[in-house]
């Protein structure tokens, strides 16, 4: 069955450092992966999208990169900033119908001053 | 990006009764709507796929029978929780997306505290 991990619950950093996290798949060879951030008690907000043929994607101070032999997406904040803190998903299409999308456990990610 | 609207933001109710949620698309017709639940710090779990003028389907799990869906225009479905217990308190959450477009627009959310 089609699996999403991030590999970190969590994620700590300093204020101005950059933050990396960590997007793995199995048994599923996706068109393309998301991004979304989720703030506490609202819906997600779409980030990215990463084609399986785009190596790299870069939005802002934002950078997302797909590695599909690996089946790894990284996904990385420079210069980051308190208000960077939030719950990072990653999400692909489903695997028995692309018109689903399937959300990994997710990263929360907190920037401290 | 497209807005989509999700009615109420939280509601309480007692056990035993039934609750219904809206979510609408403000600014695009959706023939397909998603509705996720979320327990406190868990990711989004895709309960249903609600389709316009046809029954949804069910993820392997859901209670169809418990978690009602109703998609009878092209901007507006609702999620109605039958017979409400207290484990049916959750966070539920709906998308939708524009035609041919990947990128998912959310609703704001339904608190759901069922005491």
């Known amino acids: 069955s089609q699996k999403i991990e991030q590999n970190s619950e969590a994620l700590n950093i300093q204020e101005g450092k950059t933050a990396t996290l960590t997007c793995n798949y199995t048994n599923y060879s996706p068109a393309y992966l998301q991004w979304y951030r989720q703030d506490p008690g609202r819906g997600p907000v779409f980030l990215l999208l990463?084609?399986?043929?785009?190596k790299e994607k870069r939005k802002e101070r934002l950078k997302v990169t797909f590695d599909t032999t690996l089946k790894q997406s990284l996904f990385h904040i420079t210069a980051s900033q308190p208000a960077d803190s939030a719950t990072y998903l990653c999400a692909l299409p489903g695997y028995s119908s692309a018109s689903k999308i399937i959300f990994g456990s997710g990263t929360r990610l907190s920037i401290r001053p | 990006g497209a807005v989509v609207s999700q009615h109420p933001s939280w509601v309480i109710c007692k056990s035993g009764t039934s609750v219904k949620i809206e979510c609408r698309s403000l600014d695009f017709q959706a023939t397909t709507m998603f509705w996720y639940r979320q327990f406190p710090k868990q990711s989004l779990m895709l309960m249903a796929t609600?389709?316009?003028?046809?029954?949804?389907?069910?993820e392997q799990g859901v209670e169809k029978d418990k978690f009602l869906i109703n998609h009878a225009s092209l901007t507006l479905s609702t999620l109605t929780v039958t017979s409400a217990h207290p484990e049916d308190s959750s966070f539920y959450i709906c998308?939708?997306?524009?035609?041919?477009?990947?990128?998912?627009?959310f609703g704001q959310g339904t608190r759901l505290t069922v005491v």
């Open positions: 998308s939708a997306r524009v035609a041919g477009g990947a990128e998912a627009f």
């Open positions: 609600s389709n316009e003028g046809s029954k949804a389907t069910y």
């Open positions: 990463i084609r399986e043929n785009e």
